[in-house]
């Protein structure tokens, strides 16, 4: 049972992705057992508190002018508090405090049960207070949380990453891959469809490398929880092609429940780029797998995510991604410009493609990949 121990107003904005937006939940389902009202974001809180993303500087961006506005408020409100949630507090710790001396307190990924009592203790003594756990799961799963829709539920069930692809921070801000159990979450994914889910999407960095107690795969626990009857459907994010599975192929061809939308990033249509990233495949490797999935589940659907302007990305690296595009034809792409992360492998390359140059090439992967979805799927993908 939590204390009530305030009754203070609390916004929560979230940057980043699904399992931001998970923490965000159960970081709200905590502070409203313990009193605190949950408001939407913007003007009137007593507490700003955002959830933050490092994957790309634009993310961090955003979040460090909030902070610059937020401390001017402060000149005029300053008993109001800000703090922080999530991968930035991860990758930069208690930097941040030296860098904005208004951000009131920091918790990691894996103490959001500690939100709470960490808010009073700077209601209480006005200093800066960090809970910043370095090991373990960053999983909660609570009946506390609070979703915004109550037939949908976000269910993560493995945290990290053991690739080591060159441009991602992920490994850094999220730590090695570790699993939940598979019976966890089993019991989890019954309790939500007992509140009324019909759908549940499993998240993880790197989903498909889910590996739960006595080595249960993830095709494995995909099909343990289409015997869960009143669960309608099963979607997952994000997969990585070296654990996307002949088996795995197999268990979504068999169970309807399964979504037929397949996320699956490519990156690059560059063999030489793919190796640069450390991607651990080939385009062929990769091509092969999508005409297998194909042909095991014709309706299915592909999305994908790809970088362009990538360290000493050539016009003849960028023409084979043009190239994997026009073959493979994607429902939809995911398409980012090259965004140097300090501390990732990539950090030691030079970033040498001229952002001019990395514009003009993402806007040719954008008009492609807008002609195919507009000719293959004129309607939209199938995302159910
Ligand atoms: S598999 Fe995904 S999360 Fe893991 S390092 Fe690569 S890009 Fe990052």
Known sequence: MIKKVSSHKISIETFGCQMNEYDSQVARGFLEAAGFEVIGEGNGSDVYLMNTCSVREHAEDKVYSRLGKLSKIKKTKPEIIVGLMGCMVEEHKEKLFRRFPDLDFMVGTRNIKELPSLIEEVLRTRKQVAQIKRDGISIEY??????????HAWLPIMTGCDKVCTYCIVPVTRGREVSMPAREVFREASRLVSEGVKHITLLGQNVNSYHGEKSVSFPQLLEMLCQIERLEQISFTTSHPHDATEELFQVIARNPKISRHFHLPLQSGSDRILKRMKRLHTYQDYKAKIDRLRELVPDISITTDMITGFSGETEEDHKATKRALEEIRFGGAYLFKYSLRPGTPAAKLPDDIPMDVKKRRHHELLEIQK????????????AS
């Not at 609570?142 to 109550?150: E, Q, S, Y």
């Not at 002609?371 to 199938?382: A, L, Q, W, Y």
């Open 142 to 151: 609570t009946d506390l949380i609070k979703r915004d829709n109550a037939f």
């Open 371 to 382: 002609r195919i979805s507009n000719k293959d799927f004129p309607f939209g993908i199938n």
